[in-house]
């Protein structure tokens, strides 16, 4: 029986300052957690998961693009997942794309990725990291 891996990223959102008093976001959904299950290090594979959000960001000229800064409580450069008991990390990767614009909201998709070889002769059990999203206009 292969050994499984249960992987979840708890996603914290943080608004940061506004650069521009003219300028402010809020978040008007509540992230869900990214989890990755099962990931199997006897036939490891590039894994994704997402989690979405809808922000609404206003200024004087428009809706800006908000800039994402992403930080986890086991590294940042990389991110990474520490095993529940091991002194084990799996690192991964975070992308966000915006998928869609009505007026001022915008819906932004968080993509966590985890390379197959990064977990290839992990430690079975549960990985989590706490993943800080930092967003400023």
């Known amino acids: 029986m292969p050994s499984s891996l249960r992987i979840a990223l708890v996603v914290l959102l943080l608004l940061g300052a506004p650069a521009l008093h003219a300028q402010t976001c809020t978040f008007t959904s509540s992230p869900a957690g990214i989890a990755f299950s099962p990931l199997d290090p ?5 894994q994704t998961a997402f989690m979405s959000v ?4 206003v200024s004087a000229s428009g809706a800006p693009t908000p800039a994402f800064t992403f930080t ?6 990389p991110l990474r997942m520490k095993h529940a008991v091991q002194a084990s990390y799996i690192p991964y990767t975070v992308a966000p794309t915006r998928t869609s614009v009505v007026g001022s909201s915008q819906v932004w998709r968080v993509t966590a990725t985890v390379l197959g070889a990064d977990y290839t002769n992990a430690f079975a059990g549960s990985y989590s990291d706490a993943l800080i999203v930092a967003i400023t206009p």
Do not use: E, F, M, Q
């Open 42 to 46: 006897s036939a490891p594979s590039t």
């Open 54 to 57: 809808v922000i609404k960001c």
């Open 72 to 77: 986890g409580l086991y590294g940042s450069a």
